[in-house]
């Protein structure tokens, strides 16, 4: 009885083998101030789904976000703007490439924004919404 709601349905089950969504950073290209933080995540990333940009081949993964990250000192302690070059993925031309760009003032707000979009690229449902 107390695991009734625990059945799979179809929204719930899908394949689980490999990441969906595959983060991509080239962490020797980011701001000095992130590069040892992001080289550790990337070393210890429990899924998977977060790797260094220049070591992948484009075919890795179905889907990929390629992120990368700018100071921005007009912006006040604790924001962070993330943005990307398409609306969603699916949006994306043939070849070209899904970015992420990430804005902050603070080290800390930049790895929230990236907490945010690890996140996000786990959801089953931003594969699934257009």
């Not at 009734?4 to 701001?31: C, F, G, K, S, W």
């Not at 921005?72 to 070849?95: P, V, W």
Request: glycine share 6%; with cysteine.
């Amino acid at each position: 009885m107390v695991n009734d709601y625990l059945v799979p349905d179809d929204v719930m089950v899908y394949n689980t083998d490999r990441n969906a969504v595959l983060i991509m950073i080239e962490h020797t290209h980011q701001p000095v101030e992130l590069q040892d933080g992001i080289f550790k995540l990337i070393s210890y990333a429990p899924h998977g789904n977060l790797v260094n940009g220049n070591a992948m081949d484009d075919e890795s993964s179905e889907f990929q976000w390629h992120v990368n990250f700018v100071h921005d000192t007009n912006l006040h302690e604790g924001e962070y703007i993330s943005a990307s070059n398409y609306n969603c993925y699916s949006d994306r031309l043939d070849g070209d490439r899904f970015e992420i760009q990430i804005r902050y003032h603070r080290k800390i707000d930049a790895f929230r924004a990236l907490g945010k979009i690890l996140g996000g690229a786990r959801d089953y449902m931003v594969l699934t919404a257009s």
